[in-house]
């Protein structure tokens, strides 16, 4: 299958060297793995199922991603950061539909929605996983993985889709080059995961 890019073979890895080593799951790791088979069942989608151009595909698919993430945030953060981040979410939810349907359209990635929203995702991040570290509670927290690998991914990946469309007029090969870390990065947030998983089962 050469149609299939290696982080989706890193991404099934991931996951069942994560089951291996858990007993039981808790309730957010339930949900940290639903994102997880979420992700990889949209990957494995659009390689099987769709074919030609899926640009509005993954324009769906990642406003759900998102919206999905801080609805969830808003479930674990503190009460004071609670109806911040559903304000946020639902927020996230109207403009990237808008976008969607009367903005960038559905056959131009919707980079002015997904990337400003996941640049937000990744600050949202960073706060929770500091409240976590201050409190002295890392080794119990179930979301710790999951909070480094949207950090760290959000982040990274928002300069990416924020610069290849910029490079693209350029310098078509280089852009595509770039564009592949954002596939390694895509790799390195599922082995965050796991690991985050790992480390407070041992």
């Known amino acids: 299958m ?3 890019k290696i982080h989706t073979y890193l991404l099934t890895a991931s996951i069942f060297i994560g089951v291996a080593y858990l007993r039981k799951f808790s309730k957010q790791e339930y949900i940290i793995f639903g994102f997880v088979c979420y992700v990889l ?11 030609g151009p899926n640009t509005w595909y993954y324009n769906i698919t990642g406003l759900v991603q998102q919206v999905s993430i801080l609805f969830f945030y808003a479930f674990i953060a503190p009460i004071r950061y609670k109806k911040t981040i559903f304000v946020i979410a639902i927020t996230t939810l109207i403009l990237g539909l808008l976008n969607y349907t009367s903005g960038q359209g559905t056959d131009e990635f919707n980079s002015i929605t997904i990337t400003f929203f996941g640049l937000i995702i990744g600050l949202i991040s960073y706060q929770l996983l500091r409240n976590i570290v201050l409190s002295r509670d890392v080794r119990r927290a179930a979301s710790v993985g999951f909070l480094v690998a949207n950090l760290f991914y959000f982040v990274l990946t928002t300069t990416i889709l924020t610069s290849v469309p910029l490079l693209v007029k350029l310098d078509m090969p280089r852009a595509t080059e770039l564009f592949q870390i954002n596939h390694f990065a895509f790799s390195l947030w599922i082995v965050f995961i796991t690991t985050g998983f790992i480390w407070t089962k041992r």
């Open 2 to 4: 050469p149609e299939l």
């Open 41 to 51: 069942f949209v990957d494995l989608f659009a390689v099987f199922a769709i074919a």
